[in-house]
């Protein structure tokens, strides 16, 4: 069946058998908004989101890099997570803004198929990374005589190098899973490609292969989940035993913050991913996805590095600040 998106004046295909799944050529994504004042301000707080998102990981990394005395296990990680963060946005929110600055809602069937490769390679590689770093905090606070020589330099290139090609495997892994089943319709309803919501418009039973895959990722994700929690339990309870003062009170401003984010990364990611996807666009769908994929690259900047004062003093000389109270300056970020 043809139907008509009056917002765009293209043409859709409603429903179409398998066999003819090779006509379908693009699909319909989820508007904000029909009215062209309210996609001009989605596009515009959008720009705004993914500019500050992306500048605040950019300046991470850039201090991380040109400062020689950061050059630690737990800053490289820190760089690599600033690094998938400006990834995961800008898989997502460019076409979005596109759309809306066009006036239009469609992306490409290649251009959907290469947005959940990256989506779902660069969630991976978020989940992975913070569940390494829970343990980087646990050797550093919890096994200190041994931290240079179970995080050593070697040990590090080793870990992220997992990360990143594990996350490949997932990404791939979960591409096909989705694609392999032909399209009966393509109205998406979200802003970008998201999986749940590819797999309400399949015609065959092929979807269920992506299915297994997800409850596979499920166990993997709360298995590292509970690794993470036991880090911290450890953390926690070797912290306690330190002298009440700077030592305690550093450990929890880094250790807290990470497990906050880590569960609502967990939490609304599981929620998105295996709750029933809603036949029509649902406000609780927009808002789960929001968190999961546009929170934590905003507020990682914040948590992990803005308020450390090593990253501080290393992004001063690096925009040459000189004769601006430091102190100051991120007193405006906050």
Same mark, same amino acid.
């Given at each position: 069946m043809i139907g008509f998106h009056e917002p765009t004046g293209r043409l859709y295909v409603e429903e179409q058998s398998p066999a003819n799944k090779s006509s379908l050529s693009e699909f319909l994504l989820?508007? /904000?908004s029909d009215v062209r004042e309210l996609q !001009?301000?989605?596009f515009i707080v959008f720009l705004i989101f993914y500019l500050t998102a992306a500048t605040g990981n950019l300046l991470i990394v850039s201090a991380i890099v040109s400062d020689y005395r950061l050059h630690t296990p737990m800053y490289f990680f820190l760089m690599n997570l600033a690094i998938?963060?400006?990834?995961? $946005?800008s898989v997502i929110l460019p076409v979005s803004m596109a759309n809306s600055l066009r006036n239009d809602s469609h992306i490409s069937y290649s251009g959907c198929v290469t947005q959940v490769l990256f989506n779902v390679f660069f969630i991976a590689s978020d989940f992975f990374l913070l569940t390494v770093m829970a343990y980087d905090r646990y =050797?550093? $606070?919890c096994k200190p005589l041994l931290y240079e020589i179970v995080m050593n330099k070697h040990a590090c290139l080793q870990m992220v190098t997992a990360v990143w090609i594990i996350s490949l495997f997932y990404g791939v892994l979960h591409t096909a899973g989705t694609f392999v089943s032909p399209f009966c319709a393509n109205n998406v309803n979200q802003f970008f490609c998201e999986i749940p919501h590819l797999l309400k418009l399949v015609c065959s039973d092929l979807f269920l292969i992506e299915i297994a895959i997800l409850l596979l990722s =499920?166990?993997? =994700?709360? !298995?590292?989940f509970v690794f993470v929690i036991v880090s911290y339990m450890y953390i926690l309870t070797t912290v306690m035993r330190f002298p009440a003062g700077q030592g305690?009170?550093? =450990? /929890? !401003?880094?250790?807290?913050p990470h497990l906050s984010v880590l569960s609502v &990364?967990? &939490?609304t990611s599981f929620l998105s991913y295996f709750k029933p996807a809603s036949d029509s666009p649902s406000s609780l769908d927009l808002s789960l996805t929001m968190i999961y994929t546009m929170v934590p690259p905003l507020i990682n900047p914040l948590i992990y590095s803005l308020r450390n004062r090593e990253i501080k003093i290393a992004l001063k000389k690096l925009l040459c600040l000189r004769f601006f109270p430091v102190n100051s300056l991120f007193y405006l970020v906050w």
């Open positions: 989820l508007q /904000f !001009s301000l989605h998938q963060d400006v990834g995961q $946005i =050797a550093a $606070i =499920a166990v993997v =994700a709360m !298995s590292c305690r009170k550093r =450990a /929890f !401003s880094t250790c807290l &990364f967990v &939490f």
